[in-house]
């Protein structure tokens, strides 16, 4: 496993014991599979960032904890290497904590080792739930800074929300559901990825708001618990669509839109128009195939910087700001998407 990085550096990236990377680099036994794995991964860490970074500051070593898809996951990650470069003078070096889903317990053991092992920051998507606010407030006590991403916490001392107005997003959809929808009859799927996630649960509250002044005659018919994979996301909605023989239309909160339009397609229904949220890999090819209606995405490399501004402000870093503003709401059609987008397409 050859690399340029110092034991010492390998083992801050990993959160492991000096002792224990040694163990793995040079082969000895008695470590787990999924132990050599994390040192594998902090070494491409190290690798990426060292390739994105060639500055001289001080240095932050933050923690980004997200309860995601790998598909959402992936995007923030590449979000927040891109933007290192541009925290000169300071070096930010991030270890990252993904998981697809899973018991709370397993996610509030990841937060109490980072308590235990100290980090400078920690960058969270989780489920609003008490285990989380519990876990959340032992970081604070820790003295470790702590910002929420896309989604919530706001019973906890978090310092700051990071994303967008998620009220203002699903009355947003209403709007471009109703105006597409127009007069044609049907009613409209609504897809949470889980029950616990607060962006989500704002978003349908503005979803079913909006339309039940705009569009009274319109029934809205709700899964949940699909967690944004594609397999039980298939299974909910093939369920509903045989329920529901008026569905024509979707607005996804929480993903697994290709299962979504498998479901619709193998049944042999039409989708007449299909609002999304984000321009992660998935929909990125969709909505150039012109198989979804819009994408509301915010700019996650804007989101990740100001994250990063936050617990360097948190550490007397840079200077003293007033409270975040929610990031702007895009609407993206197969005709305006961000250039960072196609590019990324294009590479493929």
């Known amino acids: ?46 690798d990426r960032q060292r390739t994105q970074v060639r500055l001289v500051g001080r240095t932050f070593m933050i923690d980004i904890v997200m309860q995601t ?43 109490d080792r ?3 092992r100290g980090s400078q920051g920690v960058i969270i998507k989780a489920p609003d739930v008490p285990e989380v606010t519990a876990a959340v407030g032992r970081l604070a006590d820790a003295g470790i800074p702590v910002v929420t991403l896309v989604t919530d916490l706001p019973a906890t001392p978090r310092l700051g929300y990071v994303g967008i107005d998620n009220r203002a997003a699903g009355a947003t959809a209403a709007y471009l559901m109703g105006q597409w929808l127009g007069d044609r009859p049907g009613n409209v799927l609504t897809s949470l ?21 705009r569009h009274p005659e319109r029934t809205l018919v709700e899964i949940a618990g699909g967690q944004g994979l594609d397999a039980t996301q298939y299974e909910l909605v093939r369920a509903a669509l045989r329920r529901d023989p008026a569905i024509r239309a979707v607005y996804s909160i929480g993903g697994g839109n290709i299962a ?16 999304a949220h984000d321009l992660d890999h998935d929909n990125t090819r969709l909505l150039r195939e012109h198989r979804l209606s819009a994408v509301l995405h915010h700019d996650l490399r804007q989101d990740m910087r100001e994250a990063c501004h936050i617990v360097m402000r948190a550490h007397g870093a840079l200077p003293p700001a007033g409270p975040t503003l929610p990031s702007a709401i895009q609407v993206v059609t197969p005709y305006n998407m961000p250039p960072q987008a196609t590019s990324r397409w294009d590479g493929e």
């Open 193 to 213: 990825s889980s029950g616990f996630f607060r962006n989500e649960e704002e978003r349908e509250m503005g979803f079913r708001s909006a339309m039940r002044h």
């Open 260 to 275: 979504t339009l498998r479901a619709f397609e193998e049944l042999g229904r039409e989708c007449a128009v299909f609002v």
């Open 1 to 46: 496993m050859g690399h340029p990085f110092p034991i010492r550096e390998i083992a801050r990236q990993a959160g492991l014991s000096e002792a224990t990377v040694d163990r793995v680099l040079n082969g000895r036994g008695g470590v787990r599979e999924s132990t050599a794995r994390e040192v594998q991964q902090a070494i491409a860490d190290l």
């Open 114 to 116: 980072i308590a235990r």
């Open 69 to 111: 898809p790998d598909r959402f996951s992936t995007a923030v990650r590449a979000a927040l290497e891109a933007e290192l470069p541009a925290l000169h003078p300071a070096v930010v070096r991030s270890r990252f904590h993904f998981r697809e889903t899973g018991p709370v317990p397993e996610l509030t053991r990841t937060l």
